[in-house]
């Protein structure tokens, strides 16, 4: 099926950013006994968070930093415990006050099998003000430079 | 800004067939001090279960059912502990094997403010042999039919 | 089998301070169809945090306040998604700056059956140096005050 | 403070036999900036089940397995991410259907530090009749067998 951020970016303007590898934890998996659809959202989110910090970006809850405004993901295959999950993170298309991320979900015993894509829009806010602001000129570079 | 399932079907199409309160929980929210991202994927997956039971729906592994292929959401708000959140939960566009869902996130204190918009497409599955199936005619009836 | 709490203190020491209806949520369950584990725990922890916002303590990372320093259960049914766990919480004996604390776990649709029990010691904390400190009189009188 | 299982077996009774590195998750925080203590449960589980797969148990449904039928944990440290929980799995007293666990958790970057203490005891059962049954002799034998 179609997936909800191939209309806004085309794959060759994504930049490969960063990979991080996931164990899956027997708790992951829910009544169906595969992970739960919302833990895809949580790998993805460790991935996010690990890239931030390899970008050198704590959380300062009084300064300026990164949130996500949405998120989506296509799930193609059923995860299973036990495993490992690799994700690569993607950067697309920068905007003033954003940029675009792509994740993408394999198992590490099967590199070449696509489980699941995602992605999610990173906004630059001012965390204490609650708002947008455009992002420095470092924070453009630095999201555009693999660390792998 | 656009959310992903805008491109494919227009509000005018959407049914509101459920409706549901859930309790936030303290440990819904993250080291931010709101509401975790993937909670809110959590929020409509109970929403969607809740209204598979009240159509009747139990799971069972030896027969078919409804699974998801993706979901998305965009998070307008962030939802605080303590709090219910009410999910109001749509159905889109009907295919031969599918349907697409969509729900809105509200706090029952605030019913007029939107917190997050989300969507998810259910595909009707032969749960043994992992294969879509075409959807039977009670099943085609029962989605479009407002719970509330 | 005996529990964890027996021996510090008997039941006629308690105290029923506080009652709490938390819906289970599907994904609550694991791969074995239950309720998992750590649930429980989530329960306790909502329990708890629920009957200190009915005393109200909010939660100030620059005041003081209540942390639990351990916690226990024993897992006497199993429980299952669809339904409702009735937490009943319990004061015990007080220290200086610390106070016991049970829990009982029952479903609403089944008020006489016991499923779990669990326990946590709670201790009055300053948040920001990090230490136990002794409990103000407003509170020992608070902790043992039944608010249901 | 006393720990729940110190009265039930002494140290001197207890046989290492697992050991497992569980990174932390940023998700694994909750609202007061530490890992939430149902998580600490969470790395409880995943250690023995880790170390259920290393003496070959899958979940059988149809068969006969270990549940844990209480948890108890003793919070000495906050854990924070970012880290790897360090966890040593211990086998302590057995009985002729269970057998008692306790372990340990530490961050991989200060081994010497003891975060938590906890103890579970597991019962061999009989999934599909839900009850215990003796453990067989190459079970009494695998538990108390180090694989490290």
């Known amino acids: 099926m179609r ?3 191939d209309a806004a970016s085309g794959a060759a303007q994504r930049i490969l950013v960063f990979r991080l590898e ?3 934890r027997w708790g992951d998996m829910d009544a169906m006994g595969h992970v739960n659809n919302t833990v895809y959202f949580r790998y993805m989110e460790q991935a996010r968070l690990s890239w931030f910090d390899a970008m050198g970006w704590p959380y300062d809850p009084n300064g300026t930093g990164a949130l996500i405004i949405n998120a989506s993901c ?3 295959r059923q995860l299973e415990y ?3 999950v690799l994700v690569h993170h993607f950067v697309g298309e920068l905007g003033r006050s954003s940029f ?3 994740v993408e979900l394999r198992r590490t015993d099967e590199p070449d099998t696509l489980y699941a894509e995602g992605a999610a829009r990173c906004v630059w806010v ?3 003000r609650r708002k947008s602001v455009p992002m420095p000129e470092h924070v453009r570079q630095a999201v555009v430079t693999p660390r792998i």
């Open 126 to 128: 001012d965390f204490q």
């Open 3 to 5: 997936q909800p951020h």
């Open 100 to 102: 675009q991320t792509f």
């Open 74 to 76: 296509t799930f193609l």
């Open 22 to 24: 996931v164990p899956i």
């Open 82 to 84: 036990p495993g490992t």
